[in-house]
């Protein structure tokens, strides 16, 4: 049986700020970019969380939801450095960590677990010295597999441990939302509940042939996730492709209406490919080729990471529309999104470029 650990900081962009300025503790605070830019919130405060205010709500609506609330700009080098700070002590007292974003890693504590220290002291421990080092709270679930030790740390946040012993991992899971498992974003969610399907309990009711026509390949998989039997392993290094795609048009055209139809499908693709890991990244870009075959990329950095269709496609239009000129035709369209959050490849400042 293994022992594992699921950390992640409470509201870990607004904490810092409130951290590195007394004035903002104890308030409503939101990090992210300005409502006349299009900003989206990255982060809020629990303070302004009571005020319904969410990450990745339009900071305009953030700001109307509750006017009082102080917006404060990401300064990605901060929680890149406190990331790297916190990812230090996991590693101390797990022998084997695994990043999953700048915030939150999985644990492996197994070969430290003795009877006298337990995963559940193991975790306080954690949470104990993650405030003594670094003045901020994370909450932790400790369980038998990633998958649990997951959804247990989201379920009493913020500053909680939430431990489920080992054998109560299926009655932990069955009361829960479908959408709390791994693996269920909201467009698989909402076919499971065409079916009447809402809870876990629900959905390890179904048949065998109810599971191979909805999940497919992946049935197996997800219904030991579902049962609370998930055995993936904790995986050191983890690689965070891109995500894209692209299309090669029957005739080149030039059509705005067209090409703007393709950039939202192309979007969907592309949000399809993240939805399986739950991960957004923070740089949409749009691929060209004109008739001649000249081909080029325009590239915009956002301050939130961009994960839904409707995200990326906002920003992918966004570049496709100045280049819509006159006499212009197209033979290739792409879409991708890169910049994924905790990975090398995200630049420190957001920028705007094209090459
Ligand atoms: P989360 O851990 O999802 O959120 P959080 O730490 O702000 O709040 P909590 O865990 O207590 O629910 O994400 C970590 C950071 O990633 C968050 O502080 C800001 C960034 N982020 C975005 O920029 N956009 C988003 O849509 C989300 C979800 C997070
Ligand atoms: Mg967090
Ligand atoms: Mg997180």
């Not at 670094?134 to 932790?140: A, R």
């Not at 949409?284 to 325009?298: E, G, N, P």
């Not at 950095?301 to 961009?306: E, G, H, N, R, Y």
Request: with cysteine; glycine share 8%; charged share 25%.
């Amino acid at each position: 049986m293994r022992h594992i650990l699921h950390a992640d900081f409470d509201a870990f962009y607004t904490s810092v700020e409130q951290r590195d300025n007394p004035a903002l503790r104890g308030k409503p605070v939101v990090v992210g970019g300005s409502p006349e830019g299009r900003g989206v919130v990255a982060s809020a405060s629990y303070e302004a969380r009571r005020y319904g205010i969410r990450s990745a709500m339009p900071m305009y609506t953030a700001l109307q939801r509750c006017p009082k609330a102080i917006r404060v700009p990401p300064r990605f080098d901060r929680y890149g450095e406190v990331s790297r700070q916190v990812m230090v002590i996991f590693r101390e007292i797990a022998e084997l960590v695994e990043p999953l974003s700048l915030d939150e890693a999985y644990m492996d504590v197994t070969d430290v677990v003795t009877a006298s220290n337990t995963p559940e002291d193991i975790a306080a421990h954690l949470r104990a010295r993650v405030v003594r080092e670094l003045g901020l709270t994370i909450s932790v679930g400790v369980a038998t597999s990633k998958s649990v030790a997951k959804i247990a740390s989201d379920m009493n946040k913020p500053d909680a441990l939430t431990v489920v012993p080992p054998g109560e991992e299926r009655e932990f899971l069955a009361p829960l939302d479908i959408q709390k498992l791994p693996g269920i974003g909201p467009k698989t969610a909402e076919r499971l509940r065409g079916d009447g399907v809402n809870t876990v309990a629900e959905l390890i009711a179904q048949s065998d042939t109810w599971w191979a026509k909805r999940f497919g390949g992946t049935a197996h998989h997800m219904r030991r996730l579902a049962l609370g039997e998930d055995r993936s392993p904790i995986i050191e290094h983890r690689e965070r492709k891109s995500a894209s795609a692209e299309t090669t048009l029957s005739t080149d055209t030039g059509d705005p209406d067209m090409l703007r139809e393709l950039v939202d499908r192309l979007s969907q693709r592309v949000a399809r490919q993240l939805d399986s890991t739950g991960i957004g990244g923070h740089t949409v870009k749009l691929k060209l080729r004109l008739s001649d075959f000249t081909t080029f990329t325009r590239q915009v950095t956002l301050p939130a990471p961009v994960i839904s269709p409707d995200e990326i496609a906002v920003a992918a239009r966004s570049l496709l529309t100045p280049e819509i000129q006159p006499g212009r035709h197209f033979r290739l369209v792409g879409v991708g999104v890169s910049g994924f959050e905790g990975s090398d490849d995200l630049p420190h400042q957001p920028r705007l470029t094209g090459f």
